[in-house]
């Protein structure tokens, strides 16, 4: 048989998934696919069903629909304090994947270096590969994920082109501060370097801490490429549409690649979410609200059984240690993959394994999330429970 690609043996399917299957496949209850389990907001499907009418049921413009480009520029200049041109700065895609992708098409040459923070969201190194780039790990140390900058500097000095964050980051649940987000942002200035941004996560920042957004400091702007998408803010993750920000020149080139990626978003889907864009601050705060409950729900459930966690500053992950589980005989030599594997036959909750966010060799850790009714969760630590009957607890 012919050989394949070289670059597709250089990384995995995503584990996410994966689990998901496994999940689905024994019938555990899954917190490892990060979806909500409730509907979006009533005004968003009563307009979804008004369009399956009255469409559009066509190609919208490829780089995405004026409504919603315009809804777009609307919010995000808010948050940035500029104006943001919605048809020279905006581009709608298919989902935050895609977003990302994009973004990394554009601004990478083959053999080109991009900074990525460890852990890391998995879809990140393979776009970094697909792209031709080579990706420079710079680790966030848990158990407070804090980050050395000087680490990031020789990352720009070895001739990163580029630095990508997630903010909040997933799966760590860091929210990156706003002297964080200055201190690489002056780097980016020095190196004449993009700062790539995944902020599926803003409205989910747990107080004391706020979203900062990076475009948003003195001078970033033009050096910054914001991804995000609406599948997290509105409980749609399987609309697929995310989108990019930017200034005009990379979005120009940008509107190019993501045409000969997937050509457009869903029509029909892009119209009914311009109604949701358009909802009142209001609808955000209770949205925070809403997952500030989830988060201390979750996380006292887990205090109560005795599982090891951190308290996630934003997103709805939370990671669990499973190191006093490893060490039991019945565990001996397994990997966090294989104790996941076990928790989804024998405990009927699916997790992902911390493995695959880290570039270093993290073994101990596992994600769930909390996007969860309140009756399944309690279901879950149900089930958790069991874990400390092989402690002795």
């Given at each position: 048989?012919?050989?394949?690609?070289?670059?597709?043996?250089?990384?995995?399917?995503?584990?996410?998934?994966?689990?998901?299957?496994?999940?689905?496949?024994?019938?555990?209850?899954?917190?490892?696919?990060?979806?909500?389990?409730?509907?979006?907001?009533?005004?968003?499907?009563?307009?979804?069903?008004?369009?399956?009418?009255?469409?559009?049921?066509?190609?919208?413009?490829?780089?995405?629909?004026?409504?919603?480009?315009e809804a777009l520029a609307d919010k995000h200049g808010k948050a940035v304090g500029r104006t943001v041109d919605p048809e020279n700065e905006?581009?709608?895609?298919?989902?935050?994947?895609?977003?990302?992708?994009?973004?990394?098409?554009?601004?990478?040459?083959?053999?080109?270096?991009?900074?990525?923070?460890?852990?890391f969201y998995e879809n990140y190194g393979a776009d970094a590969i697909l792209s031709g780039a080579e990706p420079i790990y710079v680790p966030l140390t848990p158990p407070t994920y804090d980050f050395d900058l000087s680490l990031i500097e020789k990352g720009f000095q070895d001739g990163a082109k580029a630095i990508i964050i997630c903010n909040p980051s997933n799966p760590c649940g860091k929210a990156f501060s706003r002297e964080e987000l200055s201190a690489i942002g002056e780097l980016c200035l020095k190196y004449d370097a993009f700062a790539v941004t995944d902020e599926v996560y803003e409205h989910m920042v747990y107080a004391p801490y706020v979203h900062t957004h990076m475009a948003g400091l003195p001078g970033l702007y033009d050096h910054t490429i914001t991804c995000s998408s609406l599948s997290k803010t509105f409980s749609i993750t399987g609309w697929r549409l995310g989108y990019l920000i930017g200034p005009e020149y990379v979005i120009e080139a940008a509107k190019k690649v993501h045409d000969f990626l997937t050509v457009g978003a869903p029509a029909p889907l892009q119209e009914a979410a311009?109604?949701?864009?358009?909802?009142p601050d209001r609808y955000?705060?209770?949205?925070?609200?809403?997952?500030?409950?989830?988060?201390?729900?979750?996380?006292?459930?887990l205090d109560r059984i005795g599982l090891k966690h951190n308290v996630p500053q934003g997103t709805y992950?939370?990671?669990?240690?499973?190191?006093?589980?490893?060490?039991?005989?019945?565990?001996?030599?397994?990997?966090d993959?294989?104790?996941?594997?076990?928790?989804?036959?024998?405990?009927?909750?699916?997790?992902?394994?911390?493995?695959?966010?880290?570039?270093?060799?993290?073994?101990?850790?596992?994600?769930?999330?909390?996007?969860?009714?309140?009756?399944?969760?309690?279901?879950?630590?149900?089930?958790?429970?069991?874990?400390?009957?092989?402690?002795?607890?």
């Open positions: 048989m012919r050989e394949l690609s070289k670059r597709v043996g250089t990384f995995t399917d995503s584990v996410i998934r994966r689990m998901t299957r496994i999940s689905d496949a024994y019938g555990a209850i899954n917190l490892s696919q990060g979806f909500p389990d409730f509907d979006p907001p009533r005004e968003l499907m009563d307009a979804l069903a008004r369009i399956a009418y009255d469409g559009p049921h066509q190609y919208a413009i490829t780089y995405g629909a004026r409504g919603l480009r905006v581009v709608v895609t298919c989902g935050g994947t895609e977003a990302m992708m994009c973004a990394m098409m554009t601004i990478c040459n083959p053999g080109d270096k991009v900074i990525v923070f460890s852990p311009t109604v949701a864009l358009r909802f955000y705060e209770d949205l925070n609200a809403l997952y500030t409950r989830k988060r201390d729900y979750f996380c006292a459930g992950f939370v990671m669990i240690d499973i190191t006093e589980f490893l060490a039991l005989p019945q565990f001996s030599g397994w990997t993959l294989q104790f996941c594997e076990w928790l989804i036959r024998e405990i009927g909750v699916a997790a992902v394994p911390g493995s695959s966010f880290f570039r270093e060799p993290v073994n101990h850790l596992i994600r769930m999330h909390f996007a969860r009714q309140e009756s399944v969760l309690d279901e879950v630590i149900r089930r958790l429970s069991r874990l400390a009957e092989l402690t002795g607890k």
